[in-house]
Nanobody
Framework: QVQLVESGGGLVQAGGSLRLSCVVS????????MGWFRQAPGKERQFVAR????????YYANSVRGRFTVSRDNAKNTVFLEMTSLKLEDTAVYYC?????????????????????WGQGTQVTVSS
C-alpha cells in the first residue's frame, strides 16, 4: 500500500519561503504522477501543482505559477514543493497526492478525483 507523508510546513511571514517534502513509501516514486493540493478552512481542496517525470513536465495553478516550484527526487522517493513570495492567501493545509503513471496522458491532472493516494497534510500559515 502506497503511503505519502508530508513535512516542512510551519509559520512564515508574508514574502517568506518554505519547502515542503512528501516521502513516498510502499511504492517506487518513479512509477507515480505526483500532485500537490491545498485546503483552506471552509474551502474545497484545490490544485496547486503536479509533476510527471521531471521539472520539464510540470503544471501549476495560476495562483502559484512563478512563485512555487515542484520537483522530485526519485532516488529518495521524495517530491518537493518550493514556495517563495508567500502570501496570506497561501495559508492552508497542503497535501501531496499520487497516481500510478498513466500510459496515456489525458488532461492536466488538476482534480482531486484524478489521484488515488493522499498524504495526511502539513499546515502552512502565512502571517502579516
Amino acid at each position: 500500500q502506497v503511503q505519502l507523508v508530508e513535512s516542512g510546513g510551519g509559520l512564515v511571514q508574508a514574502g517568506g519561503s518554505l519547502r515542503l517534502s512528501c516521502v513516498v513509501s510502499g511504492g517506487t516514486l518513479s512509477r507515480y504522477l505526483m500532485g500537490w493540493f491545498r485546503q483552506a478552512p471552509g474551502k474545497e481542496r484545490q490544485f496547486v501543482a503536479r509533476i510527471y517525470w521531471n521539472e520539464l513536465s510540470t503544471y501549476y495553478a495560476n495562483s502559484v505559477r512563478g512563485r512555487f516550484t515542484v520537483s522530485r527526487d526519485n532516488a529518495k522517493n521524495t517530491v518537493f514543493l518550493e514556495m517563495t513570495s508567500l502570501k496570506l492567501e497561501d495559508t492552508a493545509v497542503y497535501y501531496c497526492a499520487a497516481l500510478p503513471m498513466p500510459t496515456a496522458f489525458s488532461g492536466n491532472y488538476a482534480h482531486t478525483s484524478d489521484y488515488d493516494y493522499w498524504g495526511q497534510g502539513t499546515q502552512v500559515t502565512v502571517s502579516s
